[in-house]
């Protein structure tokens, strides 16, 4: 076991976050029952807030980052867990309130704690991270909520090129849903055509402010922008419709009416994947298992070192990263 390793860690000064990469030890770390090697970690938009300092992520300091982690079990004083064991962590306030995976060693509680799936080696199972993980939470959502039917009307994804909307593609076509991707980039149509997307649609025109019932054309949506988009795609939503929000990279307000939900019937389906419960964590994941396509996974994937993560960071702030990254936190 290293005697320091590297991490990143977010700091206070003069009221603000301050990030950096600092050498810390075991001993440095929480005193928590399980003590995970981890192999890999991802980036998030929520990483990228906190990493870049443009966010107030962390509510405690000091604190690592890293929302999401995969590893190994190498010390644990919970009947839960045993050395060996291989497992991923996904929110849980990770990042926020307690100390994250941008480590190459953590504590953790155990009731954190989920085994890594068969299905999924460490780098994958980072591939999806928090933002893959999200995007099941949201296609159990629209499916319980039962608006969506295989073959039957147009589901939209927001935000279609990001990690979220990635994933949410990926899972929904392998499901049989008509998916509609809207992006502002044109260069990626081809990227969402791989993953199953069969339309497509400029996000400007959803940003636009517009009436407060628009022409019904979805019957079931995921969400991860917000604000205005938000307010447009629920206003466009059929009767008895719902949509699953998740994000606010657009912004977090809503500046819509209630018409939507009081004259169609549409749901707005709240989505949480930081303290959603175990249950819920588990059903996702098996619809990971099931429906995510591991040569998507693939194509939607790039792997790189921790010590590249401050230009990752703001890069995924502006919207500039495609699909997922992988954060290898031993290099």
Avoid at 102 to 107: D, K, W
Avoid at 119 to 130: C, P, R
Avoid at 158 to 169: D, L, N, Q, R, Y
Avoid at 280 to 301: F, G, M, N, P, V
Wanted: proline residues 5%; aromatic residues 6%; charged residues 20%.
């Amino acid at each position: 076991m290293s005697e320091t390793f590297t991490a990143i860690v977010i700091d206070a000064v003069d009221g603000k976050p301050k990030p950096e990469f600092r050498q810390l030890s075991i001993s440095d770390l929480p005193d928590n029952d399980v003590l995970v090697e981890i192999a890999f970690s991802t980036l998030n938009y929520k990483d990228g807030l906190a990493v870049s300092g443009k966010g107030r992520i962390a509510r405690r300091t000091p604190l690592v980052a890293g929302i999401d982690l995969a590893g190994t079990v190498v010390e644990s004083r919970s009947p839960l867990w045993k050395t060996g064991d291989k497992v991923v962590v996904n929110g849980f306030g990770l990042s926020e309130t307690e100390w994250g995976g941008y480590s190459r060693f953590q504590r953790l509680k155990p009731e954190w704690l989920m085994r890594l799936p068969e299905t999924f080696s460490f780098e994958q199972a980072m591939a999806i991270g928090t933002a893959g993980y999200t995007a099941a939470l949201c296609v159990n959502a629209l499916e319980d909520w039962g608006s969506i039917k295989p073959g039957e009307g147009e589901v939209l994804v927001t935000g279609a090129a990001g990690g979220v909307g990635s994933v949410a593609i990926s899972l929904l076509a392998a499901r049989g849903y008509k998916v509609t991707a809207s992006t502002g980039r044109p260069e990626t149509h081809d990227y969402l055509a791989s993953l199953g997307a069969s339309a497509f649609i400029d996000r400007a025109s959803l940003a636009e402010k517009g009436g407060p019932l628009q022409k019904e054309r979805w019957s079931g949506a995921v969400d991860s922008v917000g604000s205005t988009t938000l307010a447009n795609v629920l206003a466009q939503t059929v009767y008895g419709g719902g949509v699953a929000a998740c994000g606010l990279a657009g912004g977090a307000d809503l500046p819509g009416t209630v018409l939507p939900h009081i004259l169609r019937g549409v749901a707005l389906l709240g989505v949480d994947s930081v303290m959603a419960p175990m249950a819920k964590r588990l059903r996702a994941w098996q619809t990971l298992s099931e429906s995510l396509d591991i040569k998507h996974l693939s194509a939607l994937t790039k792997v790189e070192p921790m010590s590249n993560l401050p230009e990752l960071a703001d890069a995924i702030i502006a919207g500039q990263i495609r699909g997922r990254v992988v954060i290898d936190v031993r290099r």
